[in-house]
């Protein structure tokens, strides 16, 4: 024989049982979306490499899968879809009215060394607000957000919300050099207060400046702790915020003024929600609003947006309790003998086009086997077709789970299967 | 202003109105995978380049996207998704019961200039049933194609049935050379019969086998067309097809034995659906029976599936009528005044937790421009919150096709949407 072809490293294959997880908790948190008035859009796979350079910077370069088209312009499998989004809405939705609310479902891809839990390629479902910046319009993202992770199934999960206005501007202000000015945001993103004084230290940066930052960046607790705060733009636009998500009936958020988020281009309003069930890595949502189609040559508009990740967030849920899904086939048709074959195949038809699942033997075994069969792909009812039971225009139906069986009347089988499973 | 930054050339995005229907169509399409007891499958999106090579020739790398991985291997967006569940299949699922019933919705990519209506990432939806190769597993794919054609609401669309054992056997027994056997094949499988004649002078082969070949690849028409050919295992297999089709209820199928499919490991049964409206591009499936599993470092199994065309297909249903779906919103709440905003909060959120699509003003607008909004991205009803409303515990509902307002209490009104939606 041949050797076996593998499956590219980092990536996954998805069977049967569990893409019956996967869709039925996509299609829940699409119907969220669409219960929040977002339409889906799809955008390519493939952009040129420049849409997420000047997104997320050239860095990025070193983590995306890159090629070359046919004009010999460099492309690369999305790492993200937000860039995707505002790129359609600069080219061909923006004298849409607005505000424009649309999600997407898709996969992102990442070129890196597996570790646990991230893969070279990954789900995202994520939503755009775009065309303002209203304390409502940044609760409505929340509140979507909110209600796609409940329609997904989690219960067990944190909302933190911020603002990255003040701690930007107030290291910016203080702070000239526009690279050592990034590199304490990103430092103060990852948390990593200790690298961030070596770094005060080395440029000789005002210590005091330091002790500003890493005590707003500690601002942590329920909407209460922005009492202690001076009154700003920024603390009365959290409140806000706070306030109609609890119109919204969502009030358990808590304050997280540590929220940088690693992008520039996140000017107001920052969100991040955690599923404390995954441990260290817990994080299954980022998102915030920004300003980012001026980059990819349209005009400045304000936009909230996020992303969930697909594969942490199932995790999460399958942590709480395992998702439950309907048995793969309603019913399973068994010819007792070969000449009920026929017989047989009418009857599956039937049972479709009654909207059952149903399946029929087509391997021409006999019943134990055929039982077996039944039983390990996960039939709820087998419908056995014998000639005695023909005789009486019935079949006996199976439960497959309590193995009890009872004669039906043929024409009567598909409406008592739908009677049974309800 | 920047440049505006474009989506890559031959690639689509896609706004909600469309998505809107594809998604309706694609959950059609799902649904009777499930009713036929097929599974979903999701593979990686690349793959290394090896495995489509393998599959259909090494012609293929100049019509793929290839690009390396971290371990410099050869990777390859998938130009279709057969090999990849194989593969799967070989890797993980050889073990399991037989047959194995399994589907798959998702993207491919062809490396060439576009052209009209041909795209270099495109959407398939296909099954391949793994372990048997019996007239009634033949049979059970064409019906499962037919039910997700009808299923995505085409009617008009005809089935062509083939065996490619035959005219295989015929060509190879006769032309000892592989490389003329299989460029004899290729030519058939374009109808190219002039060139065909071309290589049989060069060649020096014998006319007489081109007649006899040409005669072959030329039956068509109903089950009939089979008696006046030798009864052989093929011609018998096909009948057996066609009764089992019959029972299913599917009738009007046509034989062509000139269906070939360019690839070598199509073995018996094949078959083609075109969509007539379509005009000269009317071919929206192609499928059959084949053995691949070997070549991929597997034992050989039979399997048989095919591969639809989403692009296509959508053409082929809005050719015959538009593809019809609910409003993007069943309710967009306004509130009359400033004063009443957060009180639309609160119906909004109760709207949404009855199920209903709702939305409500985030842009604090006046009633004209708000009514101008719903009726922009297509709301069903305005609900309109205002103090005199308000008063009586009611809110004014507009329905946005008639313009008729009705004054109906505020607890009721997502019940009494509900009622008029249906």
């Not at 983590?63 to 061909?92: C, H, Q, W």
């Not at 990740?309 to 399973?332: N, T």
């Not at 039906?408 to 739908?418: C, K, M, N, P, Y």
């Amino acid at each position: 024989m041949r050797p076996m072809i593998q499956r590219p490293r980092g990536t996954r294959d998805f069977g049967p049982a569990e893409m019956a997880k996967r869709s039925q908790v996509e299609r829940a948190m699409r119907d969220a979306c669409h219960r929040f008035g977002f339409g889906e859009v799809v955008t390519p796979t493939f952009e040129t490499a420049e849409l997420f350079t000047l997104r997320s910077g050239p860095g990025i370069v070193d983590e995306m899968y890159v090629f070359k088209d046919k004009g010999d312009r460099e492309m690369a499998l999305r790492p993200e879809i937000t860039a995707s989004v505002m790129r359609f809405f600069v080219n061909d939705l923006s004298t849409q009215p607005r505000p424009l609310k649309l999600y997407y479902v898709g996969n992102c891809f990442r070129y890196e060394n597996p570790q646990s839990g991230r893969y070279r390629e990954f789900f995202q479902i994520g939503a755009e607000l775009i065309g303002s910046k209203n304390p409502e319009t940044d609760a409505e993202v929340i509140a979507l957000a909110v209600n796609i992770l409940r329609s997904a199934g989690l219960e067990d999960f944190v909302v933190r919300i911020g603002h990255i206005g003040i701690l930007k501007s107030m290291v910016k202000d203080e702070i000239k050099d526009e690279k050592v000015a990034a590199d304490v945001l990103r430092l103060l993103d990852k948390e990593d207060f200790d690298a961030m004084g070596d770094l005060f230290d080395a440029r000789a940066l005002p210590r005091n400046l330091f002790d500003k930052i890493a005590a707003y960046a500690d601002v942590k607790g329920d909407i209460t702790v922005l009492n202690n705060l001076d009154q700003t733009e920024a603390t009365e636009h959290i409140k806000e915020v706070f306030d109609v998500l609890k119109i919204y009936g969502i009030e358990d958020c808590q304050v997280d003024l540590g929220i940088v988020r690693g992008l520039d281009y996140y000017s107001g309003m920052v969100f991040e929600i955690d599923a404390p069930k995954l441990g260290a890595e817990k994080q299954v949502l980022g998102g915030g609003s920004y300003t980012l189609s001026e980059l990819f040559g349209g005009e400045p508009v304000f936009s909230t947006g996020f992303a969930i990740g697909i594969d942490r967030m199932m995790l999460a849920i399958e942590a709480e309790k395992p998702v439950e899904v309907p048995p793969a086939l309603d019913a399973y048709v068994v010819p007792a003998k070969d000449d009920m074959r026929k017989y047989a195949f009418g009857m599956v038809a039937r049972l479709r086009s009654q909207g059952l699942k149903a399946d029929v033997d087509l391997m021409r075994r006999n019943i134990s086997k055929n039982l077996k069969y039944a039983s390990s792909v996960g039939a709820r009812f087998a419908v056995i077709v014998g000639k005695e039971e023909m005789a009486k225009r019935s079949v006996m139906l199976r439960d497959m789970k309590s193995g009890e069986q009872t004669l039906v009347l043929a024409d009567e089988v598909g409406s008592e299967i739908a009677k049974r499973i309800g």
